[in-house]
């Protein structure tokens, strides 16, 4: 813009030659937040309405709200955040006492085993020694027992072209007090593929509440590829329409921005209350029928079956999609 000029040659706007006050700043906040004609309240509001936002994206009415991409992370972004508020303020209390339990009752073992070689060194040099400290390990009720071991766990193992299990277990002192590399060579774990897994248990085990807030905080780029894979889908059910892909695309951005919309709500308001989530997910499944109804606009017999296959295969990829997010989050997570 030239020094000079009353307006921008680009846009139009009037030039302000004046600086903007803080009051000014907050009342354009304010305004912009709590304007009902806002783009942002547009979209909150007709993305109540099944199928309404997607039929308006392809009739040309994109300016009044957000895109769908636009809509779908923020969406994604507060679900996931109230989501991992929540369960780290449900499970933080009993992840700590189940670290702090196991922690001590490794170190109280590893503690009582050496002291049982100090009372077998002392009785044969110093008997009455001896004698003292073996009374000072039963009135302390020290536990000695090296058998007792963490929870069992199996490691995959890919070996001549297939996999197996690997059953192993692992006692408590060894989780605390040995070092990855330590544990790998005591248990005699030599393949790569065994010692990431191992990495990552030893790390879960010592880590718990750090490891949930990890995976909670990948599950959104989940979500992400799982919106490519259920507008695949949904191109399947409706070859004959001739649709275009993208429009599957928005559509299940769409879908996903509102279903992540519920569930936020849910969190919000009833996560102590589990029996309610099952109305919400019906919520969800009825709201994702009537969007196909309005957007594909078929009849209701093949909108409810071809619903009903969809949401039977989407509860299959969330499964496959899950399980791989876990896996992929949980050898990040262990890695320094």
């Known amino acids: 813009m030239a020094a000079n000029a009353r307006h921008c040659g680009y846009c139009g706007q009037k030039r302000i030659r004046k600086m903007v006050s803080l009051g000014e700043l907050v009342s354009d906040f304010i305004v ?11 979209t909150l509001r007709d ?10 994206y ?21 679900h996931f955040a109230v989501l991992g508020f929540r369960a780290h303020d449900a499970l933080k209390d009993d992840l700590d006492r189940l670290t702090r339990q196991g922690r001590d009752q490794a170190y109280e073992r590893l503690y009582g085993r050496r002291m049982d070689s100090l009372i077998l060194e002392a009785r044969q040099d110093f008997p009455a020694a001896g004698r003292a400290l073996d009374s000072l390990r039963m009135r302390g009720n020290i536990q000695t027992d090296s058998a007792s071991s963490a929870a069992g766990m199996g490691l995959l193992r890919f070996q001549d072209g297939r996999f197996s299990s690997l059953p192993l277990n692992l006692s408590l002192e060894d989780l605390y007090t040995l070092t990855p590399e330590e544990l790998a060579k005591k248990y005699q774990i030599r393949g790569p593929f065994e010692k990431a897994q191992l990495q990552v248990y030893q790390r879960a085990f ?6 949930i807030q990890f995976l ?12 490519p894979a259920v507008a695949l889908v949904l191109k399947l059910l409706y070859w004959r329409r001739r649709r275009y892909f993208v429009e599957h695309l928005v559509f299940g951005l769409h879908y996903h921005a509102f279903a992540f919309f519920l569930m936020t709500l849910h969190f919000l308001i009833a996560f102590s209350h589990p029996q309610y989530l099952g109305g919400v997910l019906l919520l969800i499944f009825l709201f994702g029928l ?16 071809k619903g009903g296959f969809l949401h039977f295969i989407y509860l299959f990829l969330v499964n496959i999609f899950l399980l791989l997010a876990v896996l992929v989050s949980a050898f990040l997570f262990s890695s320094p």
């Open 290 to 305: 009537l969007a196909m109804k309005r957007y594909y606009g078929q009849g209701w017999f093949k909108t409810l079956i």
């Open 47 to 56: 993305m109540a309405v099944p199928g309404k936002l997607t039929r308006a």
């Open 32 to 42: 912009s937040v709590f304007n009902l004609e806002s783009q942002t309240w547009l």
């Open 206 to 211: 010592l880590e718990p509440d750090n490891l």
């Open 216 to 227: 909670l905080s990948k599950l959104i780029w989940m979500a992400l590829v799982l919106v």
């Open 58 to 78: 392809f009739q040309g009415e994109r300016a009044r709200y957000l895109t769908p991409l636009r809509l779908f992370f923020l969406m994604a972004v507060a």
